[in-house]
């Protein structure tokens, strides 16, 4: 029976086929020889018929009911990121790709970037190619968080750089975190008939193995908020909080903000990196070592008031 060429039918396969019989209470028989669930499976959990979920994942039918797509993700163990992507291929809306295909920054989001000059920030689009960026982010990721790079192919030159360093004795569990996430990103977020989707898609798949078993599993989920480590040169490592929020007036374009917590080695190297950007002069490490030694000076002197 061949596989479906509709990306519903293809998701629905994925998914069914990682979900376990233990995950959903069905006994595992010994002669079982399909990975995940059975379509008939599938079917009685959604309560519809097997013939009709069997037409869905072929393909023979493309719009199943608000309904039926409810039934499905929860058949399929789906969160409401799972729920959501479902509902967006059962309910395709062309004409969202051509509003898509600008990859222009409006001026008033331009200008807030502009302002933030001490909150590395970025603007990426559905396909994480990186469109805008202030000073500040190129700053802490140059080459990275520039305007024309994909973070996703950066995150894999990354990971292969530091796997050589190492000599490809193993690789930093938080890349490979970094990577699930933006593929389910892309995921979520990219048009599948998008020409550019397909060459970023084609391309690492042709490069990684890792990425085509990652693809294949049809994760979907938005970026949102997380902890990235990042060597910032010339002061090493350090760990900054970010967050994506979707841009209300320009459909399928995201902003990225970079923070750190109030008072730790982080915030003191983004201070210095501001503070060089505007005014020059000494240079970024000795005023970073300046501004550790005042913080400590100044926790000591609160510590000396409390005893």
Same mark, same amino acid.
């Given at each position: 029976m061949s596989v479906s060429s509709s990306p519903l039918g293809q998701f629905l396969r994925a998914r069914r086929e990682l979900v376990q019989p233990e995950d959903v209470g069905l006994p595992r028989e010994a002669a079982r020889r399909v990975p995940g669930l059975r379509r008939e499976e599938v079917a009685a959990r959604a309560d519809i018929s097997p013939e009709y979920y069997l037409r869905i994942e072929q393909g023979r039918d493309r719009r199943p009911s608000e309904q039926v797509v409810r039934s499905l993700a929860r058949a399929l163990l789906l969160d409401d990121n799972g729920l959501s992507y479902l509902s967006r291929l059962a309910r395709p809306r062309p004409y969202l790709r051509a509003v898509r295909a600008s990859t222009g920054v409006s001026d008033s989001v331009t200008r807030l970037l502009e302002r933030w000059k001490?909150?590395?920030?970025?603007?990426?689009?559905?396909?994480?190619? =990186?469109?805008?960026?202030?000073?500040?982010?190129?700053?802490?990721?140059?080459?990275?968080? =520039?305007?024309?790079?994909?973070?996703?192919?950066?995150?894999?030159?990354?990971?292969?750089?530091?796997?050589?360093?190492?000599?490809?004795?193993?690789?930093?569990?938080?890349?490979?975190?970094?990577?699930?996430?933006?593929?389910?990103?892309?995921?979520?977020?990219?048009?599948?008939?998008?020409?550019?989707?397909?060459? =970023? =898609?084609?391309?690492?798949?042709?490069?990684h193995l890792s990425f085509r078993r990652i693809w294949a599993e049809y994760d979907a989920k938005p970026l949102s908020a997380g902890v990235s480590t990042m060597l910032i040169e010339p002061f090493g490592t350090v760990s900054l909080t970010w967050q994506t929020l979707g841009i209300p007036l320009s459909p399928g374009q995201f902003l990225t903000t970079y923070m750190a917590e109030r008072g730790s080695r982080a915030a003191a190297v983004l201070d210095t990196l501001s503070s060089s950007a505007s005014s020059g002069g000494e240079s970024p490490m000795r005023r970073l070592e300046s501004a550790l030694v005042l913080r400590g000076r100044d926790r000591e002197a609160r510590d000396e008031r409390a005893s």
């Open positions: 001490q909150t590395p920030a970025a603007v990426t689009d559905a396909n994480l190619d =990186v469109l805008a960026s202030n000073t500040m982010a190129r700053l802490i990721a140059p080459g990275v968080l =520039v305007p024309g790079t994909n973070l996703l192919e950066a995150a894999y030159d990354e990971l292969t750089m530091t796997t050589l360093m190492h000599d490809a004795t193993g690789h930093d569990q938080g890349d490979e975190q970094m990577i699930r996430e933006y593929i389910a990103a892309l995921r979520f977020n990219g048009d599948p008939h998008d020409a550019r989707l397909q060459d =970023v =898609v084609g391309r690492l798949s042709t490069r």
